[in-house]
Each structure stands twice: as C-alpha cells, then as structure tokens.
C-alpha cells in the first residue's frame, strides 16, 4: 500500500467551482510534488515543494494554486478550470529528491 | 531535450512468457538516476526500482530482472513468468534531484 494519500480519489466539478485536492505523507520526506497525467501520457511534473517552499514551479496557469501548510501536508486549490484540465493529479514524496514515492491519484474530471 | 524513449507502446503475452520492456535514453548528465515504475489501471505508480549511474550491476528482484548498459544508454526490465496481475502501464524515467523525465509507457497485457 502507497504511503502517500490523496483526496479524494474522483472528483467532478464545474468550470465556476472552487475545490481542493489534498496529498499527506507520513513518510517524514521533506520534498513534495504534484505531478498531472492524462490518458495514454506520461505524468507531467507540476509544482515542487521543498522543505516546505516552492522551489518548482513549471508554467502552471494560476487556476491551479499549490499550498503546502506543513511537512507532511501538500494541497492544490483549483479555480475556474476548464474541461481540458480533467486528468488524473498524482502527488509523490520523496526524501533526498532522488526516489520519488507517489499516490494513488485523483481523478478529477472537470463538466 | 533529454529524452527517454519506450518504442514499445504496447505488448500482449500469453501468462508464464518471459517479456522484455525496452528503455533508451539519452542524457548529457554524469551523474544520474534511472527509475521503473508500475501504474495499473487504479491509477497508483508503483516504485519499482532505482539504479544510479555509476553502477552497472544487474538486478534481479524475484520474478523481476533490470539489465542496465551505459554503453548503449538502455536499461530494459524483463518480467519472467509473466501473470494477468502484471498487466499494467510501466514507465521508464531519468532523474536528477527533484526532477523525472519519463518515457511514454509501454502497456503490457497479459492474458491468461
């Protein structure tokens, strides 16, 4: 069993909600990651955060707002997003940046 | 770009068949990471393994075996005995610090 945990697993929304996508890890890693993969593609990397502050940040438009309150919790606030934005968001952890340990994923399908 | 290529995108075995996947990639790095990973239909990506750069032994864990040669920038993963649970998606990728560069998957299906 993967020791990261996303919430929630599925999640639908419409292109005017405000909802949140929530990772934890109790694996005591000081790195964190959002990483977004759609169908029959590679994950694509998103945001890094290390011991607790941004350090990666690749392009990402603004409808999509990382936040990490502490060490072992890691959100992402999503805002205005459009159909094209429904994919699966996997959150990963990792110790000394090298092995990267991630979730089971949340699918979040945007109507 | 520094890429990783998986030319296989999808291959079907019959259960107990030994299966290769393939994995080349490129990188101007002397120092770096080589990683499979599993991602079944649930979504999860399992950590399969890691190699570092600098050794070249090859690694068997159980029905799993990982041949990594730098001279031809491959490091392939062979399933012996293969079973319908190995059907999944694996990902071959490249790693620095904080950072993986994946391949495009190959999806193995096998029936039984």
């Known amino acids: 069993d993967t020791e990261v945990t996303q919430t929630p697993k599925h999640l639908v929304m419409g292109m005017t909600n405000k909802k949140s996508l929530k990772c934890e890890q109790h694996?005591?890693?000081?790195?964190m990651y959002w990483y977004k993969q759609k169908a029959k593609k590679p994950p694509e990397l998103m945001f890094v955060?290390?011991?607790?502050?941004?350090?990666i940040n690749e392009s990402v438009p603004s409808r999509f707002s990382p936040e990490c309150p502490n060490s072992s919790l890691l959100n992402l606030h999503l805002h205005a997003l459009q159909p094209e934005d429904s994919a699966l968001y996997l959150c990963?952890?990792?110790?000394?940046?090298?092995?990267?340990?991630f979730g089971e994923g949340s699918w979040l399908t945007v109507v | 770009a520094q890429k990783v290529t998986q030319a296989q995108t999808e291959i079907s075995v019959v259960e107990k068949e030994d299966v290769t996947l393939d994995c080349v990639y490129e990188t101007r790095d002397t120092t770096y990471y080589l990683f499979w990973y599993k991602q079944p239909p649930s979504g999860e990506l399992v950590f399969l393994i890691r190699?570092?750069?600098?050794?070249?032994q090859n690694e068997i864990s159980g029905r799993y075996s990982w041949n990594f040669q730098k001279s031809t920038s491959s490091f392939n993963f062979t399933i012996t005995a293969s079973q319908v649970v190995d059907s999944a998606v694996y990902f071959c990728?490249?790693?620095?610090?904080?950072?993986?560069?994946f391949g495009t998957g190959t999806r193995l299906l096998v029936s039984p």
């Open positions: 955060y290390s011991y607790e502050k941004l350090s």
């Open positions: 190699r570092n750069s600098f050794d070249e």
């Open positions: 990963a952890s990792s110790q000394e940046g090298v092995s990267i340990y």
């Open positions: 990728a490249r790693g620095g610090f904080q950072k993986l560069v």
């Open positions: 694996m005591g890693h000081r790195a």
